[in-house]
T-cell receptor, first 114, second 114 residues
Framework: DGGITQSPKYLFRKEGQNVTLSCEQN?????MYWYRQDPGQGLRLIYY???????QKGDIAEGYSVSREKKESFPLTVTSAQKNPTAFYLC?????????????FGEGSRLTVL | KNQVEQSPQSLIILEGKNCTLQ??????????LRWYKQDTGRGPVSLTI?????NTKSNGRYTATLDADTKQSSLHITASQLSDSASYIC?????????????FGKGTKLSVKP
């Protein structure tokens, strides 16, 4: 079935460690996005990519890094520089770009810093 | 400043009853408005996307309305079911700007009780 797969579903990290969240899509979408969701807040954009080997910072990119080496994959690394990394992370993709087309979300990855 | 405000913040209704969720926005220039349903711990799923010229759009028991003049939208749920318990997120897209330019509301948490 076509869709977006995020892994792992749950992740625990000690302070000072980098962690990488995986996002894979088989929808043949050009655009991919990473959002962060905190309780009581709307989704906030971390990074997005409209084409392979290119990506743009979102509203809260500090402490995060991404790569887009393949159309299907858009991994997110949460670095030790991110001061409050505990959150629910959502990956999404869109055919024509999120501004115009429908946005499809993965099931999310919940990161907890111990 | 582009903003999306949703009300109420939370709502409890009995199974079988109808309810209406509200979304007010100040996004300009307007491109489209979406409603998403997000089950607890899962990724959001699209319910409707409405452009400037659309006043009403239905998806099963979900009916969204849009008044572009007053910049208001509503999501009406008919004959609620226990499975409707979720957060409902209103998202507005602005014309122009970057592909990441979606403004998310904080959501309305709906609980349907038997």
């Amino acid at each position: 079935d076509g869709g977006i797969t995020q892994s792992p579903k749950y992740l625990f990290r000690k302070e000072g460690q980098n962690v990488t969240l995986s996002c894979e899509q088989n929808l043949n979408h050009d655009a991919m996005y990473w959002y962060r969701q905190d309780p009581g807040q709307g989704l906030r954009l971390i990074y997005y990519s409209q084409i392979v080997n290119d990506f743009q910072k979102g509203d809260i990119a500090e402490g995060y890094s991404v790569s887009r080496e393949k159309k299907e994959s858009f991994p997110l690394t949460v670095t030790s520089a991110q001061k409050n990394p505990t959150a629910f992370y959502l990956c999404a993709s869109a055919d024509q770009g999120a501004r115009v087309g429908e946005l499809f979300f993965g099931e999310g990855s919940r990161l907890t810093v111990l | 400043k582009n903003q999306v405000e949703q009300s109420p913040q939370s709502l409890i209704i009995l199974e079988g009853k109808n309810c209406t969720l509200q979304c007010n926005y100040t996004v300009s220039p307007f491109s489209n408005l979406r409603w998403y349903k997000q089950d607890t711990g899962r990724g959001p799923v699209s319910l409707t996307i409405m452009t400037f010229s659309e006043n009403t759009k239905s998806n099963g028991r979900y009916t969204a309305t849009l008044d572009a003049d007053t910049k208001q939208s509503s999501l009406h749920i008919t004959a609620s079911q226990l499975s409707d318990s979720a957060s409902y997120i209103c998202v507005v897209s602005a014309r122009g700007g970057s592909q990441g330019n979606l403004i998310f509301g904080k959501g309305t948490k709906l609980s349907v009780k038997p």
